[in-house]
């Protein structure tokens, strides 16, 4: 038995001219998809919306919360709050001034003899006291001069000591007629020429004794010194040293040269011709260091036209040398001072529609927005003229998000006590804010006024 599969015949062409017979697909095509009712597709749309338009209502309330600060006058809910207390006491008044250190006394050391200079008795930058010696010019010449003339007036000092005796002996001749009278007045005059020719050798004398004495030169004041401007070894006239040998300045005590709008200058003529001087505080450059505490000493005579300021010269002990010639400082000057005067943190005054007012805290923790009127300040704290009064509470932090009425809480209860208290404020000032100062601006010229309310 053959178990060889039976080979399948090749298919047989069909005649020409004849289509091919058709063919069927072994397994039966699958039926088209169902597509769903229209109402379903409808259903499933409206939900498919719904459920965005939710997640993006979710999202963006859900930002505008975390991003969105509360405005000044948004309600509901407790704001926290931090808060001072009004004090009571004194605020010193100042003016504030740009102003220039200027030496009391700036000496150009100069020889007045010509000469050789034959030794320095000072170091640069040294300082010292007034009649401390600073050279020496050859003194040799003058010392030879000075005994020529001494040896002349002894010479003409014996002249004369003979003409006085002959004057005697003529005088008693002329009483008893045994000479001329003529002779006696002869001799009178030969006697008052002797005389003069002695006072004109000790004139000499005295000459080449103060020459010799300007061979010494020694410091006029007490200072310190500067840099050298001759060598030794080298001959000085006194034309020949346009900058002398040395500049000699004062610095103990020094003074400060500032300038006041002329606005301010009753204020300060008014306290200074009081018994008490006005006190000057000297600040460095930036304003923020205090150098040295001295008090007004001088006034100008006259306003400056041109700028509309005038002059003032505040002396300084300047001990410490703390105080440079030539160097700007911002200066205070005390003119008055605000006795038993309400005080609060800058922080507290807050501007708006009804002008310059405060936030004061009431007993049921709810703010009420008070009027003030301020005074002059220090860059920390403000005096309040009108509005306040001692011990009500103020808000000082967090005041942007109040309005009339709102509730607070107090976020540090310790700070209450910011407010200060009386007698103890830094110098306040009418035409600037000294906690503040800037020496951009130019001598004369104001740094504000008085703040008021508005």
Same mark, same amino acid.
Do not use: C
């Given at each position: 038995m053959?178990?060889?599969?039976? $080979?399948?015949? %090749? &298919?047989?062409? =069909?005649?020409?001219?004849? /289509?091919?017979?058709?063919?069927? $697909?072994?397994? %039966? &095509?699958?039926? =088209?998809?169902?597509?769903? /009712?229209?109402?379903?597709?409808?259903?499933?749309?409206?939900?498919?919306?719904?459920?965005?338009?939710?997640?993006?209502?979710?999202?963006?309330t859900h930002n505008k919360e975390k991003t969105t600060p509360a405005g000044r006058f948004a309600s509901g809910g407790t704001m926290p709050v931090g808060t001072a207390t009004v004090a009571q006491g004194d605020m010193p008044i100042t003016l504030s001034a740009l102003g220039t250190v200027t030496p009391l006394a700036t000496i150009t050391v100069q020889t007045q003899i010509s000469g050789q200079l034959i030794e320095i008795g000072f170091q640069e930058g040294q300082i010292v006291q007034k009649g401390d010696f600073l050279a020496q010019i050859d003194p040799r010449p003058y010392q030879v001069a000075l005994e020529t003339d001494q040896a002349q007036l002894a010479k003409d000092q014996a002249s004369l000591n003979g003409a006085e005796v002959d004057l005697k002996r003529y005088t008693t001749l002329a009483a008893q007629k045994s000479i001329a009278t003529q002779t006696r007045d002869d001799q009178v005059a030969t006697v008052a020429q002797d005389r003069a020719q002695v006072m004109l050798d000790q004139s000499n004398i005295d000459t080449q004794k103060l020459n010799l004495a300007y061979c010494r030169i020694t410091s006029p004041v007490t200072g310190r010194v500067g840099l050298r401007q001759v060598d030794q070894g080298n001959y000085v006239t006194p034309t020949s040293l346009a900058n002398g040998i040395v500049v000699v300045t004062q610095l103990s005590p020094i003074s400060v040269i500032f300038t006041v709008?002329?606005?301010?200058?009753?204020?300060?003529?008014?306290?200074?011709?009081?018994?008490?001087?006005?006190?000057?505080?000297?600040?460095?450059?930036?304003?923020?260091?205090?150098?040295?505490?001295?008090?007004?000493?001088?006034i100008d005579n006259q306003i400056d036209t041109t700028t509309g300021t005038v002059k003032m010269r505040a002396t300084f002990d300047n001990k410490a040398n703390t105080l440079f010639p030539n160097q700007f400082v911002n200066i205070q000057l005390l003119v008055d001072t605000l006795k038993n005067t309400e005080i609060v943190p800058d922080a507290a005054i807050q501007r708006g529609a009804p002008g310059t007012f405060v936030y004061v805290v009431k007993p049921d923790n709810t703010v009420s927005?008070?009027?003030?009127?301020?005074?002059?300040?220090d860059g920390q704290k403000v005096a309040v003229t009108k509005g306040l009064s001692k011990g009500q509470v103020v808000v000082i932090d967090g005041a942007d998000r109040l309005k009339d009425g709102a509730k607070v809480t107090i976020s540090e209860p310790g700070a209450s006590g910011q407010g200060g208290s009386g007698g103890t404020n830094p110098p306040a000032s009418t035409n600037g804010q000294p906690g503040q100062r800037q020496h951009g601006q130019g001598q004369g010229q104001g740094q504000g006024h008085q703040r008021s309310s508005q």
């Open positions: 053959n178990d060889q599969p039976t $080979p399948l015949a %090749p &298919p047989v062409a =069909p005649p020409p001219g004849r /289509p091919l017979p058709e063919t069927r $697909p072994p397994f %039966p &095509p699958a039926p =088209p998809a169902e597509r769903p /009712p229209r109402r379903h597709r409808v259903l499933y749309l409206i939900l498919g919306l719904v459920l965005i338009a939710g997640a993006a209502t979710w999202a963006i709008p002329e606005d301010n200058l009753p204020q300060v003529m008014k306290q200074f011709g009081g018994s008490a001087p006005l006190q000057a505080t000297a600040y460095d450059r930036a304003g923020l260091t205090k150098i040295d505490t001295g008090q007004l000493s001088t927005a008070v009027p003030v009127t301020l005074g002059p300040d």
